[in-house]
């Protein structure tokens, strides 16, 4: 087990490689590590509850966490996933207000922990800290208002095409993409018979082969046909 100085140790080297955090002070980052803690957690453990309190901030130091939008009746909706170096749990800080959504680890994940107060007093200590959650509010906005604009005009093959393409995309296009079909109808806004149905359809067809938990893309011509409802 690492001695408390060996585990701020440990914490200072991950924020200096974070890019949020890149370029501020040294003072501040070792201030802001003798704070804060990683954290470990299993896949399918939850890090809040949509409604829980607002109390610390995240980085995500390993594993892949989904962001969760829960409706009033039992429904979700992943409207972000967040990755090594990424923050999340910062806006219920920054408005003082209770978590808007929940955050599920998607994989077996390692997280720094930032208390609410330690957060807040390194924005006020540092103006640059300052512009960079403005720039990445104003990111996720920009991300999420597209997001929204695939819901609303993208019937149910355009909005499953148009995922499939962005999650090959993230995996360098390799056309190997391992999800679920629960973890596609969250992240579509569909119910899962939909996206069983639409994807039994495009196996048939050759756009693409299933299996447990697992999909290869095999025709992307056809796919971004389908993003842009060019065929049916």
Not at 45 to 66: H, K, L, M, T
Not at 157 to 185: C, F, N, V
Request: with cysteine; net charge neutral; hydrophobic share 40%.
């Amino acid at each position: 087990m690492k001695s408390r100085g060996e585990a701020v140790a440990d914490i200072l080297n991950f924020l200096r490689d974070v890019p949020l955090l890149s370029n501020l002070g040294g003072s501040s980052l070792s201030s802001l590590a003798r704070e804060c803690w990683f954290m470990g957690i299993e896949k399918g453990g939850v890090i809040f509850f949509q409604s829980d309190p607002s109390e610390s901030a995240y980085i995500v130091r390993s594993g892949n966490i989904s962001v969760v939008l829960n409706s009033p009746d039992g429904r979700e909706m992943v409207i972000n996933e967040m990755r090594k170096g990424e923050l999340f749990g910062e806006l219920g800080i920054l408005t003082n207000r209770n978590r808007s959504t929940s955050a599920i680890a998607r994989a077996g994940s390692e997280l720094l922990v930032i208390p609410r107060e330690a957060f807040l007093r390194i924005i006020g200590d540092e103006p640059l800290m300052t512009r960079r959650m403005l720039e990445l509010t104003a990111s996720r906005l920009q991300n999420s208002s597209e997001r929204e604009g695939a819901l609303v005009f993208m019937d149910a093959q355009a909005r499953l095409a148009h995922l499939l393409l962005e999650l090959d995309k993230q995996e360098a296009d390799t056309g190997y993409i391992t999800i679920s079909q629960d973890e596609l109808a969250q992240r579509t806004g569909l119910i899962r018979q939909t996206v069983a149905k639409t994807l039994g359809n495009w196996r048939r067809r050759g756009i693409l082969l299933t299996g447990r938990g697992r999909i290869v893309l095999l025709d992307h011509k056809a796919l971004r046909e389908l993003e842009n409802n060019l065929i049916v």
